[in-house]
T-cell receptor, first 114, second 116 residues
Framework: AQSVTQLDSHVSVSEGTPVLLRCNYS??????LFWYVQHPNKGLQLLLK??????LVKGINGFEAEFKKSETSFHLTKPSAHMSDAAEYFC????????????FGKGTRLSVIA | GAVVSQHPSRVICKSGTSVKIECRSL??????MFWYRQFPKQSLMLMAT?????????EQGVEKDKFLINHASLTLSTLTVTSAHPEDSSFYIC????????????FGPGTRLTVL
């Protein structure tokens, strides 16, 4: 079984300050982990993914995530928030090497204050 | 890269009518597609797994007779919401595996269903 816990339902940061969105996962198998972003009334956009290669993953728009197996975490970070980063972020786990559905966390809403 | 399309993007219907949503993989074949539902301010929940040439697999609590899924070809899966009611109003999103080992999936842009 797989599950994802996003530890914060809402994070608010000032523009230009760092962003940290926390995610812990549980998986019986070797996981693939993803972060998706969803802007209001829009579809999902892939930010980055971990797939058993490098533990520090770089994504689009300056986002990064680090896979820590010992902590079962996959936190998303960005050094400097931009107003356009305000959106809903989903941490997702699935079975690596499997044609299986994705399991979504409940999401974290990121607000960026000018 | 591969693209998954959905049609329509938005639909408003009266209670009791049926609505069909199409999910197409535009430049790749997908033997499996997944249908998710997202209620306002909530996460995506898997509804069913659509399998080309065979019956769909539904998640617990999802009524198969209400949400009819047909995966008649390798590029098309359809979700029909039968006898829709206001509580079926939601954002419906499909996805298709890319076929890569990491199980990355491409998502459609979603369909906003509003039942009056």
């Amino acid at each position: 079984a797989q599950s994802v816990t996003q530890l914060d339902s809402h994070v608010s940061v000032s523009e230009g300050t760092p962003v940290l969105l926390r995610c812990n996962y549980s998986s019986s198998y070797s996981p693939s982990l993803f972060w998706y972003v969803q802007h209001p009334n829009k579809g999902l956009q892939l930010l980055l993914k971990y797939t058993s290669a490098a533990t520090l993953v770089k994504g689009i728009n300056g986002f990064e995530a680090e896979f820590k197996k010992s902590e079962t975490s996959f936190h998303l970070t960005k050094p400097s928030a931009h107003m356009s980063d305000a959106a809903e972020y989903f941490c997702v786990v699935t079975h690596y090497s499997g044609n299986t559905p994705l399991v979504f966390g409940k999401g974290t809403r990121l607000s960026v204050i000018a | 890269g591969a693209v998954v399309s959905q049609h329509p993007s938005r639909v408003i219907c009266k209670s009791g009518t049926s609505v069909k949503i199409e999910c197409r993989s535009l430049d790749f074949q997908a033997t499996t597609m997944f249908w998710y539902r997202q209620f306002p301010k909530q996460s995506l929940m898997l509804m069913a797994t659509s399998n080309e040439g065979s019956k769909a697999t539904y998640e617990q609590g999802v009524e198969k007779d209400k949400f009819l899924i047909n995966h008649a070809s390798l590029t098309l899966s359809t979700l029909t919401v039968t006898s829709a009611h206001p509580e079926d109003s939601s954002f419906y999103i499909c996805s298709a595996p890319t076929g890569t080992r990491d199980n990355e999936q491409f998502f459609g842009p979603g369909t906003r269903l509003t039942v009056l």
